[in-house]
């Protein structure tokens, strides 16, 4: 079946720094969704991406999706403590009409 | 709009017990979904519905049961709990296949 990694699971940085997690499919995707889940809260959706190699971007938020519909991106620029969270990746088949998800990325912010 | 409600958000069991998680959406969704969340795990899909009496199997589906006789409620029975089944669990609508998923607030599960 579909499989999703994402990397790393774990991101520890300064505030200020950059920040990026890696989303790669197993199978060939429809679209791609990102969540953001905050400590002890619920994923919230963050964006989507339908099209080969469509970039996005929502204030220092960069998400891209590859070429090939199998991997996907999310860089944080210049990050906060207000970033803190775990991002995952949805894999979308809508043939399946299932999402699949990664495993998370958590990101830690030191002020 | 409340969106994705759950109830109850902590629940206690002990092993062999059962009970349902209730959760209901007001947003009228065909699709609904049931996942848990283990530490490190992400988010496995247990059952899901494509609308109103009609559900399938996620990938963890062992040990629970759904059933969807309306469009907006959709219980998750656990039939006789075990400590694996100690989880974060969500339940979530979207519009359809390839929509963004609304997600509840969550019940914690703990069973002992």
């Known amino acids: 079946g579909q499989q999703v990694m994402q990397i790393p699971q774990y991101q520890h940085v300064q505030e200020g720094e950059d920040f990026t997690t890696y989303c790669n499919s197993s199978?060939?995707?429809?679209?791609i969704q990102w969540y953001k889940q905050r400590p002890g809260g619920h994923p919230v959706f963050l964006i989507q991406?339908?099209?080969?190699?469509e970039v996005k971007k929502q204030k220092r938020l960069t998400f891209q999706f590859g070429e090939a519909k199998k991997n996907s991106s999310l860089h944080i620029t210049a990050t906060q403590t207000t970033d803190v969270g775990t991002y995952f990746c949805?894999?979308?088949?809508?043939?399946?009409?299932?999402?699949?998800f990664g495993d998370g990325t958590t990101l830690t912010v030191k002020p | 709009n409340a969106g994705v409600t759950q109830t109850p958000k902590f629940q206690v069991l002990k092993t062999g017990q059962s009970m349902t998680l209730q959760c209901a959406q007001d947003m009228n969704h065909e699709y609904m979904s049931w996942y848990r969340q283990d530490p490190g795990m992400g988010l496995r899909l247990i059952h899901y519905s494509v609308g109103a009496g009609i559900t399938d199997q996620g990938e963890v589906p062992n040990g629970y049961n759904v059933s969807r006789s309306t469009t907006e409620d959709f219980p998750l029975r656990l039939l006789s709990a075990a400590p694996s089944q100690t989880s974060v669990y969500f339940c979530?609508?979207?519009?359809?296949?390839?929509?963004?998923?609304?997600f509840g607030n969550g019940t914690r599960l703990t069973v002992t």
């Open positions: 991406l339908v099209k080969s190699g």
């Open positions: 949805a894999g979308i088949n809508t043939n399946a009409g299932k999402s699949t």
């Open positions: 979530a609508s979207l519009r359809g296949p390839g929509s963004p998923l609304h």
């Open positions: 199978t060939t995707l429809s679209n």
